[in-house]
């Protein structure tokens, strides 16, 4: 909602503003902030709806209500900067339609920077705080808007030193940024949603995880797939082939209970492969064998 309100103001100042002062880098950028705004409003939706309970059509629930709306805000990022750009490389063909832009343009350009710049911060902090993947993107988003904010900035700078062409070339650089951008968020959600695998790093920290869970001895064969901001995995756990049914199974939960601990995993599902039990040829590796109990569960020692 601070982003939201943020935005209002700014795009209405910088369009505004832009229109009297005669300046198309601070109309696109007012255009810009407007799509923010739009954006601000999808990820508020996306948060909502994400948070849905699980249901029969959606068993393992919304979080790629979240992915659905980042391919949403890329698409539209996209457009916005297109427009941008061919406005902008019309002006550059003919400068003899350029005017000169009134001081208070800059005023305004510099006022939008600082702005954007602490938006950025502040959403940011929030994005990593409650863990929102969106949210940091959207963040990422106002950062670029600082950046394109400064751009319209020398731009208009060069038009009031007599260099009436840079206001339009600045315009033309805001587009493609926008642009740039609106790529970037609607690729990697649009892989997202194709079930694309966590990043290795993630992967392999989950693989130590079960590899330490007692009575596990080995992992294979992990497959994993974005569902949002959260993991689903799939895992075959290796266990000693001479326990019972109920023991494996226990191990199972263990693992499943302890990747669910520590990582950002939606779901994990197992199966259990029996092994031979590696052979002890030293007192330390005795110790790491799990053997069956004569009450059908693990030894408190288990390692």
Do not use: C
Request: hydrophobic share 45%.
């Amino acid at each position: 909602m601070v982003s939201v309100w943020v935005n209002v103001v700014l795009s209405l100042l910088q369009i505004v503003i832009g229109y009297m002062a005669r300046s198309q880098a601070l109309i696109a950028d007012g255009i810009h902030s407007l799509s923010d705004l739009m954006s601000d409003f999808a990820v508020l939706l996306a948060n909502h709806h994400s948070k849905k309970a699980p249901d029969t059509d959606h068993p393992y629930g919304h979080q790629r209500f979240e992915t659905a709306a980042s391919l949403f805000l890329g698409g539209l990022l996209l457009g916005v900067g297109g427009a941008m750009v061919w406005v902008a490389v019309e002006r550059v063909i003919d400068p003899s339609s350029i005017p000169t832009v009134s001081p208070i343009a800059l005023v305004i350009a510099i006022l939008t920077l600082v702005s954007k710049e602490s938006l950025f911060r502040y959403m940011l902090k929030a994005g990593k705080r409650v863990k929102s993947s969106m949210m940091v993107a959207n963040a990422w988003h106002a950062r670029s808007d600082a950046a394109s904010s400064l751009v319209v900035a020398f731009g208009i700078i060069g038009n009031l030193m007599g260099y009436p062409i840079l206001d339009p070339i600045a315009a033309l650089l805001v587009g493609l940024m926008i642009g740039r951008m609106g790529w970037r968020f609607g690729s990697d959600s649009f892989q997202d949603l194709m079930d694309r695998a966590a990043n290795e790093t993630e992967v392999e920290e989950i693989i130590r995880t079960l590899n330490e869970t007692p009575g596990v001895l080995g992992v294979h064969d992990v497959r994993t797939r974005k569902m949002g901001d959260l993991v689903l995995v799939d895992a075959h756990i290796e266990v000693d082939r001479t326990l019972t049914v109920e023991q494996g199974h226990e191990i199972g939960v263990s693992a499943r209970a302890a990747v669910l601990l520590r990582h950002r995993v939606l779901d994990l599902l197992t199966h259990i492969d029996p092994v031979d039990p590696p052979k002890a040829t030293h007192p330390a590796q005795a110790e790491s064998v799990v053997e069956p109990s004569d009450s059908g569960s693990l030894p408190d020692s288990t390692h």
